[in-house]
């Protein structure tokens, strides 16, 4: 059969594999100079002070007392019994979720070649119910650098119960698990210092890797950014970039683009820097400065009627995901209907639960509300439908409003076309308004590591190790100076403790890890200040271009963190 | 302030040249060796049948006695006099338009350093009211290996009165063009057949380039594929293959992708290879089978049900965007619905059109029309809201409807979605169906050129100008064997005349060049009907990865042509 060269041709067309696959699959992650000799030393890293809250020392009494630590070279080396990890991948996938577990891999079997790498399945459910995979090196180099978390699946749940944390004690015991990784965000990195404290009893110490495409997972000062945000932006950047060229080729569309990345603005601000549109909103300003829908849509609005003013009438707008969060008035009537929803759901049955009832009626009952004052009737009814309706949007099991369910682009252009027929109306507005909306979430999440990523996910699991091999439990895994080449990256271990603060989850505060938002007197945000008129009136648009791996455009790394390593 | 190297690094950081950009300006497109060494020289080709209307014989008398030309090197080299060529940019950009313009310049330079060449402004309105510009090298050297149109901009406006007609013959008459290239899809080569004809008297010719990332245009056995496909298919299938990635992490969302193309699924077949879904919509075969849209919808739900027993939650699916054109019963209530609005409006005023009117009122209209039957209600009243209200979307100004305005992807999600429940309520359906959507268009069709289209691009430039050097007019620059590489490409000019078809616009018939649909007797079509039972089962995602540009994951061209070289 395979002497048929038709056949053979049309079986290669036809595979899964590509070339780019197999070329991914040959590049070596780079190394830092502390971890490349294997394990390392850990140290304490003097002179930096990390607080710890009172209730945090009380309910984490152990792991509290942790100090922050570098890793420096040759530490000691085999350890004197073959160790077992497990690794597991909690929430969205990132980009390098696979470098961290080869990173793991690779030093784990470096320091003895009979350590083994256990990876649970489809997330922390995996280690409840002890579902699991014994890690090898073939699978390790099937998945290095490629994207996505599919070598074990991930899964959201949380270990938050008694029970749950029972059945994890009992699978890190039976299966004498002397170390356990987790890789996730806030959350899943909030999970692992409850379990490194309640599995000190198992003898399993418990690393956290910080990872969440959207960037809010950060430590001032020792950590800038986790992994698979680089790369997630870079596919945006890719996309947005793409738009710039087509509305410039065009002339005649403005393309309204919702960016993933939760109630923070860290993907917008960085794929702005990467593709420079005609209109960035970034939340945390919007919050400052407590601007109100309204003036937000004024603001996009009035670079539309500058430009058509120009003669142009196209253009780019970047929304993050989360930016109703920020709008004051727009959050107060989410937690007033918040609360509004739960009361009358607590006395109705199944049937008759808020979200069965039509729209008017919905509306009728929130109106009767001792807590909605006349004020906030005007502001919900100056509302477009598409924003009422979306107020009104079922809360998930903890109450929570689907901020990602919300088509806040479309929102938003729906009332920036209002407010145009209105100034076209006084004759202030001659131009012309089509548009396109975009959302860009999924696919960039998914996509391949850039170089940083893969090299930065194969570093964490490293660092990890080394952290695990010198006894430490109830850390983040760390890399410093992240702008900076691979070669001058600083491992260390981050106390997760100090990184923890109370805040309310399904009505009570729990004690979580704080996510880092956009900081607005940095470097990044400053500049972004100053640039942004210029990208509003003239077309300084960039075009970053497909994510590349090879020659000198693949040595990339985000200029957000570059421009705030700049200091002021 | 040069001696700042803070400030030097935020200059770089803040600019709009990326490293990028630098490396794809330094590639120097290959030629095949029948162009290499320029202009050639041409020469019928014998053999095949181009049969001509009799319409297209009395309208373009005398284009129509074009003949089949190849090119063959060492021609006639250096002009007598210099020669200024005009050329145009037509209708939604297309990577590799920059290219043509760059081999069609460096083509001219090459036979004579003083031929000059001009480029109209913002598409054909810019030959009308003669707005251009000189390219320079300077240009040529700037957007070089670039995506989208802009260096000259874009438009749509169609030369088809005697006025506008004029108007071109007085530009090119003012500028005394020796040639003129038009680079569009099948109605800026229409253009460029009526142009070739009319623009004789002033010693005008022209010469049409097939673009469209639709992949529409198409001549059996002569050109393959237009220039700008296989780069906008190839960032489709980025994203479609991220999405892939995704889902096979996370185990828990559906993607329902809908993909820009028009009315033919070129290019949902190629991203379908290129990434493997789990089900893929192809609409020529939708029609041939006469599928209803709820079989349409069974056909999507059954592979949902069947991936659910096997505990598989998640998926990917594809969707041409012109897919509703293909589903007779919508298509038949579209023309319906277009006659009834359009006979309305004709006795209606202003304020009171069709779209105007309330929903409801809308609906009764049609409901008393005398076309509209008892059957037509009761297919109308089965549909969902959203594909109600979007077949009575406005009808743009030639009286067509809008698909690109439907939000197919959504119509069928939702109709999926109703589907399960009662397979549910059945008992045959016991998963959870989580699902995501997404539209991809603009942003591939702004994409950087993939390497095969940067040749292609430039030796059609080539080629163009090689035609215009021998005298030819009324043709279409073209490649043969674009599944080889670069060395056995083979320049042709195809007569227009023979492309022709009469098809009805606006209520009439007119002379237009004939799209081309995915031929369901090819190979490329046979080969999926064999895999999709494959795809829809397993997890078979091929994951593309970004479109690169060096090393050998930058040599591809598009699977289906070299399926579809290989016969039967």
């Given at each position: 059969m395979a002497s048929d060269p038709r056949q053979t041709k049309i079986e290669a067309l036809l595979g899964n594999e590509t070339t780019f696959r197999a070329q991914r699959r040959s590049y070596q992650p780079h190394l830092c100079p502390r971890l490349a000799a294997g394990a390392g030393l850990t140290r304490p890293l003097e002179g930096v002070d990390l607080e710890v809250l009172r209730v945090a020392r009380e309910q984490l009494p152990f792991v509290s007392k942790n100090k922050l630590l570098e890793i420096l070279p040759n530490g000691p080396s085999r350890p004197v019994k073959p160790l077992r990890l497990g690794v597991v991948l909690s929430g969205g996938p990132a980009p390098g979720g696979h470098n961290v577990i080869a990173g793991l891999f690779h030093a784990a079997k470096q320091a003895h070649p009979d350590n083994q790498v256990i990876g649970f399945l489809a997330g922390p459910k995996g280690i409840i119910t002890d579902k699991h995979v014994e890690i090898t090196g073939d699978m390790v180099a099937h998945y290095l650098n490629s994207g996505g978390f599919h070598m074990l699946g991930t899964g959201r749940d949380k270990i938050d119960t008694p029970d749950k944390m029972k059945k994890c004690r009992e699978t890190c015991g039976a299966l004498q698990l002397s170390g356990l990784v987790v890789v996730g965000g806030d959350d899943s990195n909030t999970n692992a210092a409850f379990l490194a404290e309640n599995l000190r009893g198992c003898g399993t110490q418990v690393i956290g890797i910080p990872k969440t495409i959207d960037g809010d997972l950060q430590v001032p000062g020792l950590l800038q950014i986790p992994f698979g945000f680089h790369s997630a932006c870079m596919a945006f950047a890719t996309e947005v970039g793409n738009l710039n060229s087509d509305c410039k080729s065009d002339l005649k569309y403005w393309h309204f683009t919702r960016l993933m990345g939760?109630?923070?603005?860290h993907i917008a601000l960085e794929v702005a820097f990467q593709t420079h549109p005609n209109v960035i909103l970034i939340g945390e300003e919007i919050e400052e400065k407590e601007l109100t829908i309204h003036s937000v849509v004024r603001l996009i609005a009035d670079v539309i009627v500058a430009r058509a003013q120009a003669g142009k009438n196209y253009g780019t707008i970047l929304i993050p995901e989360g930016i109703l969060e920020f709008i004051h008035e727009v959050n107060v009537l989410i937690i007033k209907i918040s609360y509004i929803i739960a009361a009358y759901n607590r006395t109705a049955s199944e049937e008759e639960s808020f979200h069965k009832l039509p729209f008017e009626d919905q509306v009728q009952l929130i109106d009767n509300s001792d807590i909605w004052r006349d004020y906030d009737s005007r502001v919900f009814l100056g509302f477009p439908s598409l924003l009422q309706k979306g107020l009104l949007l079922p809360r998930d099991?903890?109450?929570?409003?689907?901020?990602?369910?919300?088509?806040t682009e479309r929102i938003l252009l729906e009332m920036v076309a209002t407010y145009l027929r209105k100034q076209r109306a006084k004759g202030l507005y001659k131009g012309t308004f089509k548009t396109q909306n975009h959302y860009y979430g999924y696919d960039g999440r998914g996509t391949f590591p850039t170089k940083f990523d893969c090299d930065y996910g194969y570093n964490l699991g490293y660092t990890a190790y080394s952290l695990l091999a010198n006894g430490a439990t109830g850390y983040m895994a760390a890399l410093q100076d992240?702008?900076?080449p691979v070669a001058d990256w600083r491992p260390l271990g981050i106390p997760l403790p100090p990184l923890m603060h109370l805040e309310e989850r399904r009505g009570r505060l729990e004690l979580v890890i704080a996510k880092q938002k956009v900081d607005l007197d940095a470097p990044a945000f400053k500049l972004l200040e100053q640039e942004r008129q210029k990208w509003a009136e003239g077309d300084h648009y960039r075009f970053p271009g497909p994510i590349q791996f090879d020659g000198p455009a693949a040595a990339t790394a985000p200029i957000t963190l570059q421009l705030n390593s700049l200091g002021q």
């Amino acid at each position: 059969m395979a002497s048929d060269p038709r056949q053979t041709k049309i079986e290669a067309l036809l595979g899964n594999e590509t070339t780019f696959r197999a070329q991914r699959r040959s590049y070596q992650p780079h190394l830092c100079p502390r971890l490349a000799a294997g394990a390392g030393l850990t140290r304490p890293l003097e002179g930096v002070d990390l607080e710890v809250l009172r209730v945090a020392r009380e309910q984490l009494p152990f792991v509290s007392k942790n100090k922050l630590l570098e890793i420096l070279p040759n530490g000691p080396s085999r350890p004197v019994k073959p160790l077992r990890l497990g690794v597991v991948l909690s929430g969205g996938p990132a980009p390098g979720g696979h470098n961290v577990i080869a990173g793991l891999f690779h030093a784990a079997k470096q320091a003895h070649p009979d350590n083994q790498v256990i990876g649970f399945l489809a997330g922390p459910k995996g280690i409840i119910t002890d579902k699991h995979v014994e890690i090898t090196g073939d699978m390790v180099a099937h998945y290095l650098n490629s994207g996505g978390f599919h070598m074990l699946g991930t899964g959201r749940d949380k270990i938050d119960t008694p029970d749950k944390m029972k059945k994890c004690r009992e699978t890190c015991g039976a299966l004498q698990l002397s170390g356990l990784v987790v890789v996730g965000g806030d959350d899943s990195n909030t999970n692992a210092a409850f379990l490194a404290e309640n599995l000190r009893g198992c003898g399993t110490q418990v690393i956290g890797i910080p990872k969440t495409i959207d960037g809010d997972l950060q430590v001032p000062g020792l950590l800038q950014i986790p992994f698979g945000f680089h790369s997630a932006c870079m596919a945006f950047a890719t996309e947005v970039g793409n738009l710039n060229s087509d509305c410039k080729s065009d002339l005649k569309y403005w393309h309204f683009t919702r960016l993933m990345g939760r109630s923070a603005s860290h993907i917008a601000l960085e794929v702005a820097f990467q593709t420079h549109p005609n209109v960035i909103l970034i939340g945390e300003e919007i919050e400052e400065k407590e601007l109100t829908i309204h003036s937000v849509v004024r603001l996009i609005a009035d670079v539309i009627v500058a430009r058509a003013q120009a003669g142009k009438n196209y253009g780019t707008i970047l929304i993050p995901e989360g930016i109703l969060e920020f709008i004051h008035e727009v959050n107060v009537l989410i937690i007033k209907i918040s609360y509004i929803i739960a009361a009358y759901n607590r006395t109705a049955s199944e049937e008759e639960s808020f979200h069965k009832l039509p729209f008017e009626d919905q509306v009728q009952l929130i109106d009767n509300s001792d807590i909605w004052r006349d004020y906030d009737s005007r502001v919900f009814l100056g509302f477009p439908s598409l924003l009422q309706k979306g107020l009104l949007l079922p809360r998930d099991s903890h109450g929570n409003f689907p901020f990602s369910l919300v088509n806040t682009e479309r929102i938003l252009l729906e009332m920036v076309a209002t407010y145009l027929r209105k100034q076209r109306a006084k004759g202030l507005y001659k131009g012309t308004f089509k548009t396109q909306n975009h959302y860009y979430g999924y696919d960039g999440r998914g996509t391949f590591p850039t170089k940083f990523d893969c090299d930065y996910g194969y570093n964490l699991g490293y660092t990890a190790y080394s952290l695990l091999a010198n006894g430490a439990t109830g850390y983040m895994a760390a890399l410093q100076d992240l702008h900076l080449p691979v070669a001058d990256w600083r491992p260390l271990g981050i106390p997760l403790p100090p990184l923890m603060h109370l805040e309310e989850r399904r009505g009570r505060l729990e004690l979580v890890i704080a996510k880092q938002k956009v900081d607005l007197d940095a470097p990044a945000f400053k500049l972004l200040e100053q640039e942004r008129q210029k990208w509003a009136e003239g077309d300084h648009y960039r075009f970053p271009g497909p994510i590349q791996f090879d020659g000198p455009a693949a040595a990339t790394a985000p200029i957000t963190l570059q421009l705030n390593s700049l200091g002021q």
